[in-house]
């Protein structure tokens, strides 16, 4: 095939290949998300594979990440491939998505890179400060008015699938349903990228071009399971931190606030961390001490996460 960005039966509909990152750091207590401008909105960085330049997919995204961005990644793995037919406008796409992580810095080059917060994308997924208002306000309205218009032989269906996504009825909110979430929000018209515009689809978060909020949708469920079992929070903190700045960036990633010695036992069982005998006097008040991450335990287990097991509902 002369052109490795196209593929298909030979006398069958070509798609075009192209790579997405979802660029995820955390300013202070706020996780961010990197988007650039397009022609087309505001958008995740993307790309086409470049023929043979690139030997490997991942090799290929970090290429386009130091081209685009010239932002140092410390960490990438491979999302998921997204290939709806209606994703983008004008024929058949495929997007071989990347989650990448890194520790926050401005930025700036072509397509005016910005640092969004993630929860702009998702508001009704941050339970730091309680339950968020849009849920009650917009989203329960919305499944009420969704549940009363379907046939009789749909109703069960659908409000198990309200209740477990929404955490409605007798059901508890589950953190990791985010990519859930945004699906039926989406089915339900709540979304502006749903093209049926509802006078306050805009109370429902910021819109991405094409589907990149939802590759960022299923960016934050991948990132919100591997808090469990892999020391990912590592690579967005400086080399030296204190354990209420570690607990702060793992809330921020979660959507919800931790108990607080509950998640230093956690900690300490997991032998993540090790004291480096310096302080932070920027605290305001008593130094809090210093730790770093200890690369050792790479090695010494083969899942050597933060002990969240799962993450429990609000």
């Given at each position: 095939?002369?052109?490795?960005?196209?593929?298909?039966?030979?006398?069958?509909?070509?798609?075009?290949?192209g790579?997405t990152?979802v660029?995820?750091?955390?300013?202070?207590t706020?996780?961010r998300?990197l988007?650039?401008?397009t022609d087309?909105?505001?958008?995740?960085?993307?790309g086409?594979?470049a023929?043979?330049?690139?030997?490997?997919?991942?090799a290929a995204?970090?290429r386009l990440?130091?081209?685009?961005?010239g932002?140092?990644?410390?960490y990438?793995?491979?999302?998921?491939?997204?290939g709806?037919?209606?994703?983008?406008?004008?024929g058949?796409?495929?997007?071989v998505?990347?989650?990448?992580?890194?520790?926050?810095?401005?930025v700036s080059g072509?397509?005016?890179?910005?640092?969004?917060?993630?929860y702009?994308?998702f508001?009704?997924?941050?339970?730091?400060?309680?339950?968020?208002g849009?849920?009650?306000?917009?989203?329960v309205p919305?499944?009420?008015a969704?549940?009363?218009?379907?046939?009789?032989e749909?109703l069960a269906?659908?409000?198990?699938?309200a209740?477990?996504?929404?955490?409605?009825?007798n059901a508890?909110w589950?953190?990791?349903r985010?990519?859930?979430?945004?699906?039926?929000?989406?089915?339900?018209?709540?979304?502006?990228?749903?093209?049926?515009?509802?006078?306050?689809?805009?109370?429902l978060?910021h819109q991405?071009a094409?589907?990149?909020?939802r590759?960022?949708?299923?960016?934050?469920?991948?990132?919100?399971g591997k808090?469990?079992?892999?020391p990912v929070v590592?690579e967005?903190?400086?080399?030296t931190f204190?354990?209420?700045?570690?607990?702060?960036?793992?809330?921020?990633f979660?959507?919800?606030?931790l108990?607080?010695?509950?998640f230093?036992?956690l900690v300490a069982?997991a032998?993540?961390v090790?004291?480096?005998?310096?302080?932070?006097?920027?605290?305001?008040?008593?130094p809090?001490e210093?730790y770093?991450?200890?690369?050792e335990?790479?090695?010494?287990r083969?899942?050597p996460g933060?002990?969240l097991?799962?993450?429990?509902g609000?």
């Amino acid at each position: 095939m002369s052109d490795d960005r196209r593929v298909g039966l030979a006398d069958g509909p070509q798609a075009v290949v192209g790579l997405t990152a979802v660029i995820v750091s955390v300013d202070g207590t706020t996780p961010r998300v990197l988007t650039v401008g397009t022609d087309g909105g505001e958008a995740l960085p993307s790309g086409d594979l470049a023929g043979d330049r690139d030997r490997t997919l991942e090799a290929a995204v970090r290429r386009l990440v130091g081209e685009q961005l010239g932002l140092p990644v410390r960490y990438f793995e491979q999302l998921y491939t997204f290939g709806d037919q209606a994703r983008v406008p004008g024929g058949r796409a495929l997007a071989v998505a990347y989650l990448a992580l890194a520790r926050h810095q401005p930025v700036s080059g072509p397509g005016r890179p910005h640092w969004r917060d993630w929860y702009e994308l998702f508001p009704w997924e941050d339970w730091r400060r309680g339950r968020p208002g849009v849920l009650d306000q917009v989203v329960v309205p919305a499944l009420g008015a969704w549940l009363a218009a379907c046939p009789a032989e749909e109703l069960a269906t659908r409000t198990e699938r309200a209740e477990l996504t929404f955490g409605t009825g007798n059901a508890r909110w589950d953190p990791m349903r985010v990519l859930d979430r945004y699906e039926l929000l989406y089915e339900l018209a709540l979304l502006e990228e749903a093209g049926r515009r509802r006078p306050l689809v805009g109370a429902l978060g910021h819109q991405l071009a094409l589907d990149h909020r939802r590759i960022a949708a299923a960016a934050l469920e991948r990132l919100r399971g591997k808090l469990a079992y892999r020391p990912v929070v590592f690579e967005v903190l400086p080399e030296t931190f204190t354990l209420s700045t570690l607990q702060q960036v793992v809330e921020a990633f979660a959507g919800q606030v931790l108990h607080k010695q509950n998640f230093r036992r956690l900690v300490a069982g997991a032998n993540l961390v090790e004291p480096t005998g310096g302080v932070d006097q920027r605290t305001g008040g008593r130094p809090a001490e210093l730790y770093r991450f200890r690369r050792e335990v790479l090695r010494e287990r083969p899942a050597p996460g933060m002990g969240l097991r799962r993450l429990g509902g609000p």
